[in-house]
């Protein structure tokens, strides 16, 4: 999906971008460009409205040459799906800027205090994916009626989602980690900041103003087959740089005699493992897809439950794998310039998002 010409800027940008710290004018210019940011848009919005199968063979395209970009697109492109659950109007309006890019927090945090006509946000969140190019925050708040929390009828804590816009929020530059450097997921605040109904949504098939069939489908194993697919891009990536060290490696008789033919074997067997778990969860996402169209409920919670699973069990393989591999990859592999170090680096970093923890 990628062209050769965009390889090639995706590859020269990422080294200016991990010294950024953020993504440079290049890349973003590259993303709006290509609609990168609204892939899961609808189309009357002026997105691409891509299936999910397609969408998420992108992004592990695009993780592949650059994890720290593919993981930004990811979670941008993911906070801008909610276009789907915004009032029409809203919607057309915020998205006829094609420079409109959505992100924040999934967590529930903070405290929205409505007083009949308006919510009254303050707190803090971390994890902004993107923060310093973002023109909305989104947020997940308790909701709280004056002093009085609010609950649903089951009993559980009532919060909705609400988005802002950048000029209302203070971003806290605390993202300091040794990998996806440019991702750049900064903390935010908001301070009593005042915000309409009408920014305030539910992200539940059951809320959306759209009736495209992504926003049919529950949010969890969207976010879990899209943040899987980073993984599994940047992992293929390491593997095929892992293969060129080993050939490079060959050409010493000494290491080709003892060490080359047991190297070789299990790279092939990670990289033939890696190929099955693409193809099952490309699988499985057309068949939610197609599940979810049919409106056929029983095959859609049964099939949610198998990407849950099975995205936590490849994840922990990925990651298993790797440190089998990473101390024979010799000093490269340690030099911060590296790829492969850079590789790795992206690939522990986002082992520490929570959807795949525990």
Known sequence: MLSQEQILQIQECQP????AKTMV????????????????????????????AEGISFLEELA?????????????????MFSGYLKTDAALSLFSNPETCFGGSGSVGGKAVWDGDKYHISGLWHFATGAPHLTHFTLNCPIFHGD?????????????????????????YDWETFGLE???????????????????????????????????????????LTLLVNYMGMYRRFLDLVEKYYFEKAQLPEWAARSSKE??????????????????????????????????????????????????????????EIIQLYPQLGIRAATPSHELNIVFRNIFTASQHAIFRG
């Not at 590259?30 to 002026?46: E, H, Q, R, T």
């Open 16 to 19: 200016l971008a991990i010294k």
């Open 148 to 172: 009085k929390q609010q609950y649903t009828d089951d009993g559980a804590a009532l919060y909705y989602s609400f988005y802002v816009p950048r000029e209302q929020v203070l971003i806290h």
């Open 263 to 320: 190297a070789f074997r299990v790279l092939d067997k990670y990289q033939q493992q890696l190929g099955r778990h693409k193809l099952e969860i490309t699988t499985l996402a057309t068949a939610l897809w197609a599940a979810v169209e049919s409106d056929e409920q029983s095959a859609v919670l049964d099939i949610v439950d198998k990407v849950s699973v099975l995205a936590k069990a490849i994840a922990q393989g990925i990651y298993n």
């Open 182 to 224: 440019c991702t750049a997921s900064h903390s935010f605040s908001l301070d009593n900041v005042s915000v309409s109904q009408d920014q305030a949504f539910q992200i539940l098939p059951e809320s959306r103003l759209s009736d495209r069939t992504l926003f049919k489908i529950p949010f969890k194993p969207f976010a879990e």
């Open 64 to 80: 592949y040459w650059d994890g720290g970009l593919g993981w930004t697109i990811t979670l941008c492109s993911g906070a801008n």
């Open 25 to 52: 004018p290049s890349q973003l210019a590259l993303a709006y460009a290509n609609k990168w940011f609204n892939i899961w848009v609808p189309k009357v919005y002026g997105g691409l409205e891509l299936p999910l």
